[in-house]
């Protein structure tokens, strides 16, 4: 369950440090199992925020919540017309793995079922309107990031919560 919540966790907050790659075994199937399908789309996921097309949009943000910064934090610019670009382009491709991820996830388990539900309904839609508000320039990066550390603190403590109902 721990790992549920450092994969959720990673998940809205997009990215990390490049993966390491999953190993899988000659006698395993070639149809990966919902588990390998979570870790290679996480994986995918982290890459993003080394994307050079993805740029201008994670020099204002941070990959993961480790790596928010009081900058980030307190910028009070709103979003420029590159970034908006950038940012546009990463959620096209983000918002595609996460319904993927989201899908196999449910597939692991109970628990893990319960959380892509979690996600489905209340995060994700979370998250796009924060994305929308910073878009039309309704909020400045400093609001956009401190809501989005919201949104993955949320995240990861309803993981903590299904994991202590089945306790």
Sequence with gaps: MRLLVILLTMLLSACAVPPG????????????????????????????????????YFAKTFCTPSELSLAMMSDRNKITQAQKIAMNAWAQAYDKV???????????????KQMAEYNKLIAFP????????????????????RKRKEISDAIAAESQRVVQQKI
């Design 98 to 112: 996460v319904d993927e991820l989201n899908a196999a996830l449910a597939l692991t388990s109970p628990s893990n």
């Design 21 to 56: 790659g999953t190993t899988v075994s000659p006698a395993q199937s070639d149809t990966p199992s919902p588990r390998d399908t979570v870790f290679a789309l996480t994986n995918k996921i982290k890459y993003f925020c080394l994307e050079p097309e993805y740029a201008a």
């Design 126 to 145: 979370a998250a796009q309107k924060n994305r929308m508000e910073l878009y039309e320039g309704k909020i400045t990066w400093g609001v956009y990031n």
